[in-house]
């Protein structure tokens, strides 16, 4: 197996992009949502909040995310742009 060096063995990287163009692909779609339809109301996924509750020590967990078509779309060229540098 070739080990991977420089640019394309780093993660955060990947996720830095991947997050970007997510973002950027969301700010797009909210920018059109009064024109198209389509984009008026993205899908929410992720996880509720839950509690653990140790009487010392209160962690609470959780996400959720606004997906739309767009903010997938940016996802997907976040991760080309990843492999393309």
Known sequence: MAKVSGIFGNPWLLLLLVLI??????????SFAGTVPFFREPAWVGLGPA?????YLSLTFGFSMAVGPLTVLGFIVGYFAYRWL
């Open 21 to 30: 163009g997510g973002l950027i692909g969301s700010a797009v779609e909210s």
């Open 51 to 55: 509690t653990l509750n140790l009487k």
